[in-house]
């Protein structure tokens, strides 16, 4: 056992960071104990702590946990923080938000908090309804456009893992936003674990009920109701039209489509409403046996019971440019993410359990203007187009339906097609295929070289049991929509508050959600001062 004690003076409380094996961790006493001695205590039986952070150190044969342990004498202070009090503002001013995915239901909680009335458009279902239509995307191949794993209630997270790790701290207050998860029947572990995670069998539930909140408070969300027109004057948002017949007026619009609203860029396109291509990540997603990943992180034959199935993460530079994991799903499950008809894009998730046989992740190469040059005649659409001609190419090799070519890791690497495919968790089927010719070749070179120099580091991931599907193309959003960095509305639109992965300034549930609360504040701020000024 080996710790490290602090005494923080402004909180009046003790840390501890203590490293124990995995039993141990498991052990609430020897935690206390351990706790006790690194802060010269003897009364560890009646130790009130909380365990604060965790995390995994693999790096060696020996596997440990690392904790960090809250002591206080004060009890309330080792529970979690206080939930937010939410007012009804059914007669209060009206924000219109486009979008229920974490940036729009953040927005609308935010708004709600500052005595806001959010009325929420959603193109697609409610979470129970969307099961249908993922059930029929998996099973008959058929893609409903407004309905599917990236369009319905709680947008493309719910359905596809959520993962609540962020490298965005610098944008928000990230622990803010795991307590209002919290609040809404997430494990309290989330605000613990160096990587929460939810789990898609979990996070529905909680969608469910963030949204019986914004409703129970006064505030509406519809869902069914594509937006398909801005209505705008002398540069300010004037009102929204819905599925091609409603009209709402509109002043304040949070526009938080996510990153696979294709036809929202097409229509700011139409409208002369200023975007710009953006550098996104396409690539692959690469399955393993959990089992080998688990043999390969945790440097053993079988895993510990006291550990969690494993994962990874990795980074090369190869000529410039990024070759990566992305979005790492242990003991998960490869899903099709097609939002459309005639592509096929795949993403991964994991339940909360990640008691699945199979990892996957995405394996990804940055995406840069030179690359989109041969589609500059789509203007700032020119990266969305890249992104679809791959999406097409994987269909077609796919025979048109759901099933994604795939190629052994193995294969790949030596260019070669594979004459058979191991077990795969992508239900709609895979078939064998050059994934040479189906990737453009920026990417599928930069993802030979990035492979082999990854498998010099982690060899036995370069295996026959690992299988490349493609394709990965919605890593984030290949447009941005600009907005003033004070004020947070577009550039040349006044009341219009472009957000979330779809706008360019996010890129997963809580970097989403930090962006949707942050867009929320800013349009408070106006609305007030306007009344104020009355």
């Known amino acids: 056992m080996r710790y490290f004690a602090r005494f923080d003076v402004k909180e009046m409380n003790q840390l501890a960071d203590i490293r124990l094996l995995p039993e141990e961790a498991s052990d609430p006493e020897v935690v206390a104990y351990t706790t006790a001695s690194a802060l010269g205590i003897r009364d560890y039986k009646n130790l009130q702590f909380k365990i604060v952070k965790r995390s995994i150190d693999a790096r060696k044969r020996q596997v440990y946990f690392n904790l960090r342990v809250l002591v206080t004498n004060e009890s309330e202070s080792v529970h979690s923080k206080p939930f937010v009090h939410y007012p009804n503002v059914a007669s209060n001013p009206v924000v219109a938000i486009i979008g229920a995915g974490p940036a729009g239901m953040f927005a609308a909680l935010k708004l709600i908090e500052l005595g806001l009335k959010p009325v929420i458009f959603e193109r697609g279902k409610d979470v129970r309804m969307r099961r249908r239509d993922l059930a029929a995307i998996n099973k008959d191949h058929i893609v409903n456009p407004e309905s599917n794993y990236c369009f319905g209630e709680g947008g493309a997270g719910t359905y596809s893992d959520g993962k609540l790790y962020t490298r965005s701290t610098k944008r928000g207050d990230v622990d803010a936003i795991l307590n209002t998860f919290i609040q809404f029947g997430a494990n309290p572990d989330i605000a613990v674990d160096a990587h ?3 789990g898609t069998n979990k996070l529905p539930e909680i969608i469910v009920a963030m949204r019986q909140q914004i409703i129970d408070c006064g505030g509406e969300v519809h869902f069914n109701s594509k937006l398909t027109d801005l209505f705008i004057e002398t540069g300010s948002i004037t009102g929204v039209e819905i599925n091609q017949n409603d009209t709402y007026p509109v002043r304040h619009l949070i526009l938080a489509t996510g990153h696979s609203a294709r036809d929202i860029f097409q229509l700011l396109h139409r409208k002369n409403v200023a975007i710009t291509a953006k550098e996104f990540a396409l690539g692959v997603r690469i399955e393993h046996p959990q089992m080998l990943i688990d043999q390969i992180q945790y440097s053993c034959n079988t895993r510990s019971p006291y550990l969690p199935p494993a994962s990874y993460k990795w980074v090369e530079q190869v000529e410039n440019r990024g070759v990566y994991s992305f979005c790492m799903c242990p003991g998960g499950i490869i899903a099709p993410c097609a939002t459309d008809v005639e592509e096929v894009v795949t993403n991964g998730w994991s339940p909360s359990k990640r008691n699945n046989p199979f990892a996957n992740s995405g ?70 295929g050059d994934l040479r010719k189906i990737l453009p070749e920026i990417v599928w070179r930069n993802l030979n070289m ?11 991931y370069i295996s026959e049991e690992a299988v490349m599907v493609g394709v990965e193309s919605r890593t984030s959003s290949p447009v941005r929509i600009p907005r003033d960095p004070e004020t947070l509305q577009h550039t040349e639109i006044k009341g219009l508050y472009p957000c979330g992965e779809g706008a360019g300034y996010a890129g997963g549930i809580v970097s989403a959600a930090i962006d949707g ?3 929320a504040v800013k349009c408070a701020e106006l609305i007030l001062l306007a009344g104020a000024s009355k």
């Not at 187009?385 to 999406?391: G, K, T, V």
């Not at 990035?450 to 982690?458: I, N």
């Open 196 to 198: 929460p995670h939810i």
């Open 450 to 460: 990035g492979l082999k120099a990854f498998g010099k580091k982690m060899p036995r």
């Open 517 to 519: 609360e942050k867009c």
């Open 363 to 432: 394996v990804v190469v940055n995406i840069s203007a030179t690359d989109w040059k041969p589609f500059e005649e789509h203007g700032p659409l020119a990266a969305m187009e890249f992104q679809r001609a791959a999406e097409r190419a994987a269909w077609v090799a796919g025979g048109k339906k759901q099933i994604a070519p795939a190629q052994r890791l193995p294969d790949f690497l030596n260019n070669r097609i594979s004459k058979d495919l191991p077990d795969c968790s992508y239900q709609p089927g895979i078939v064998s």
